[in-house]
C-alpha cells in the first residue's frame, strides 16, 4: 500500500518550509473533485531559490517516502511543477505567483493548517517584488 496523500503532502510543505520557501499554502482539494487531492503553492526569493526549493520538495520525497513526480515542468527558475498525481506542486518566484493567483482560483477550497517559521513568512519586500 502506498503513501497516504495526506501524507506525502505534509512532507512537501516540510521540505519547502527546510528549503525556506516562503508562505507555503496547501489547498484541500478532496471535496472539490479537481484533477488532484492537494495543491502546494510556495514561493521563492529568487530563480535559484525556486529550483533549490522544487528540488529539495522532490528529493525529500524521493528519499522518505520513495515517491517520485509523474512529470516535472517549468525548469527556467520563475515557475517549477512537480506533480505526483494526488499531489501538485507549484513553486513561483513570488511575483508570478501574485500574477497567477492560483490561491484565487481555489478560493472555495479550504487551506491546511500549517505552522510556518518566521523565516518562511513573507516580508514586505517579498510581497511587492518586481517582474
Known amino acids: 500500500m502506498g503513501v497516504k496523500e495526506t501524507e506525502l503532502a505534509l512532507a512537501a510543505v516540510e521540505a519547502a518550509i527546510e528549503k525556506k520557501g ?5 489547498l484541500d482539494l478532496r ?17 535559484r531559490h525556486v529550483q533549490s526549493v522544487a528540488d ?19 525548469s527556467d527558475g520563475q515557475w517549477a511543477l512537480l506533480d505526483f498525481g494526488e499531489l501538485v506542486v507549484h513553486v ?3 511575483p508570478l505567483r501574485e500574477f497567477y493567483d492560483l490561491e484565487g482560483l481555489w478560493s472555495d477550497a479550504p487551506r491546511v493548517p500549517i505552522d510556518v517559521p ?4 513573507l ?4 510581497a511587492y517584488g518586481s517582474l
Do not use: N
Not at 529539495?56 to 517549468?74: F, M, Q
Not at 518566521?118 to 513568512?121: K, N, T, Y
Open 22 to 26: 516562503l508562505q507555503p499554502t496547501l
Open 31 to 47: 471535496r472539490e473533485g479537481a484533477y488532484t487531492d492537494y495543491i502546494l503553492v510556495v514561493s521563492g526569493r529568487s530563480d
Open 56 to 74: 529539495g520538495i522532490a528529493r525529500a520525497l524521493r528519499d522518505e517516502l520513495g515517491r517520485k513526480p509523474i512529470s516535472t515542468e517549468g
Open 92 to 94: 513561483f518566484y513570488h
Open 118 to 121: 518566521a523565516d518562511s513568512q
Open 123 to 126: 516580508q514586505y519586500s517579498d
